[in-house]
């Protein structure tokens, strides 16, 4: 089975209002990066975490290896924060394979 | 910073013919680099993972006679899908990390590759 379970996958939010994305994992991963990909296909990185919280402006991100999840808070919602968020983890234990979370498909609405 | 570049960005091929797509990284090492496949609907699957200067590993599904990979040194990589059949259509990625096992990714734009 899948080693990522992203969640939702799809999400509609009015603009200036706030949600969260959660990837669990069936097993312990060593790290967690989050994307999200632009109106060009590119994947740009918003956060990469080994453990703890990181912020950055309107997004927040959270990993707890112990727990096996993670997850990225979005506030104060803007237009431009519509696109796709993946999440993408690595395998401890010496196999460092990166496996992406199907993806959440956001629309922020006016 | 740490960019990763793809080319071509976009490219159709017939059936059965072949199609090669590299991957460079600017501002620091791919020691590791991950080709990913998307294909319509689906998230991305790891092709195969190739380190400098070690075996390239691919993943189930995927082989060496089918996705032959180059990783020469710490900024090129590329790989050729061999007799392209429409399955085989979507955005190829490639990743790239600095030598430590678990390292930030920083993902390249795509080839996408169209089979007709």
């Known amino acids: 089975g899948d080693q990522v379970e992203q969640s939702p996958s799809a999400l509609s939010l009015h603009e200036g209002t706030g949600s969260a994305l959660r990837c669990n994992f069936t097993?312990?991963?060593?790290?967690v990066q989050w994307f999200r990909k632009n109106s060009r296909g590119s994947l740009i990185n918003l956060f990469y975490?080994?453990?703890g919280t990181k912020e950055n402006g309107r997004l927040k991100s959270a990993f707890d290896s112990k727990e096996r999840y993670s997850t990225l808070h979005i506030r104060d919602a803007q237009l431009e924060d519509s696109g796709t968020y993946f999440c993408a983890a690595l395998t401890s234990g010496g196999n460092y394979k990166p496996t992406f979370g199907k993806g959440t498909s956001l629309v922020v609405h006016p | 910073g740490a960019l990763v570049y793809q080319y071509p960005r976009r490219t159709i091929c017939k059936s059965g013919t072949s199609m090669r797509m590299e991957c460079q990284a600017v501002?620091?090492?791919?020691?590791?680099v991950a080709w990913y496949r998307q294909s319509p609907q689906k998230t991305f699957e790891l092709i195969a993972l190739?380190?400098?200067?070690?075996?390239?590993?691919?993943e189930q599904n995927f082989t060496q006679e089918k996705f032959p990979i180059s990783h020469p040194n710490l900024s090129f990589s590329s790989m050729t899908v061999l007799n392209a059949y429409l399955e085989d259509r979507g955005l190829y990625l490639c990743?790239?990390?600095?030598?430590?096992?678990?390292?930030?990714?920083?993902f390249g734009p795509g080839t996408r590759l169209t089979v007709l």
């Open positions: 501002g620091f090492q791919a020691t590791s």
């Open positions: 990743g790239a990390r600095d030598g430590h096992p678990y390292a930030e990714q920083f």
């Open positions: 190739s380190t400098v200067n070690s075996a390239i590993k691919y």
């Open positions: 097993t312990t991963m060593r790290a």
């Open positions: 975490l080994a453990s």
